[in-house]
């Protein structure tokens, strides 16, 4: 199946730096990513929808200024978190559909620890 | 995107069918139905998606009675590997697929020896 790839797999920052999370369609080209939220024992939250050449469209309570989205080229997408705050230790995950008729293959996630 | 409620956890032991129900009433007509698979620290992983009837793969079988308003994740046999949660999800699938996914709290499955 196809490949999403996402780096780093771990990250530990210090509160107030920002952190750069990237999400690689391997071997497709995907016009659209996701960008997925999980706490601890906890459901995937949906954050935003990266879309190729355009701006992000976010959810519902998801600040836009705070997560950055970037989705430059057809196989990566970039998510920032700017000023980061230990609230936002979360994983974070992306995903990506290699077509309209197919499933949606997830990034094996970012452990995201802010001290 | 149509709300799915399932059982927030169940237990089994190795070598048992495993069955777990979703239940989505407000299915519209151009939904399918997906399941996924999360282990702990990784990303979740595709099982299988049908729109009515049965549809069996190399891993799980799923059974939509005619009514679509639940399905069922069947999982023949299982290890202590398939210790996982289990996500079911709704949503236009074929060339409507736009890739967005929304969760619901999922199934923790504990497999037991």
């Known amino acids: 199946g196809a490949v999403v790839s996402q780096h780093p797999s771990r990250v530990i920052c210090k509160s107030g730096t920002s952190v750069k999370i990237e999400c690689r369609s391997l071997?497709?080209?995907?016009?659209?990513m996701f960008w997925y939220r999980q706490f601890p024992k906890q459901s995937l939250m949906l954050m935003a929808t990266?879309?190729?050449?355009?701006?992000?469209?976010?959810e519902q309570g998801v600040e836009k200024d705070k997560f950055l989205i970037n989705h430059a080229s057809l196989t990566l997408s970039t998510l920032t978190v700017t000023s980061a705050h230990p609230e936002d230790s979360s994983f974070y995950i992306c995903?990506?559909?290699?077509?309209?008729?197919?499933?949606?293959?997830f990034g094996q996630g970012t452990r995201l620890t802010v001290v | 995107l149509a709300k799915t409620t399932q059982p927030i956890s169940m237990d089994s032991y190795e070598g048992q069918e495993v069955n777990i129900t979703c239940s989505h009433n407000?299915?519209?007509?151009?939904?399918?139905i997906t399941w996924y698979q999360q282990f702990p620290s990784q990303g979740p992983r595709f099982i299988i998606q049908?729109?009515?009837t049965k549809v069996t793969n190399e891993v799980a079988s799923l059974f939509i009675p005619a009514d679509r308003k639940s399905s069922t994740l069947s999982l023949p046999r299982v290890s202590l590997s398939d210790t996982a949660v289990y996500y079911c999800?709704?949503?236009?699938?074929?060339?409507?697929?736009?890739?967005?996914?929304?969760f619901g709290q999922g199934t923790t499955l504990q497999v037991k020896p």
């Open positions: 995903s990506a559909n290699s077509g309209a008729n197919t499933e949606a293959f």
């Open positions: 071997d497709f080209q995907a016009t659209t």
């Open positions: 990266s879309n190729e050449g355009s701006k992000a469209t976010y």
């Open positions: 407000n299915i519209a007509t151009n939904d399918y």
């Open positions: 049908g729109y009515k």
């Open positions: 999800l709704v949503g236009e699938g074929g060339s409507s697929n736009t890739g967005k996914l929304i």
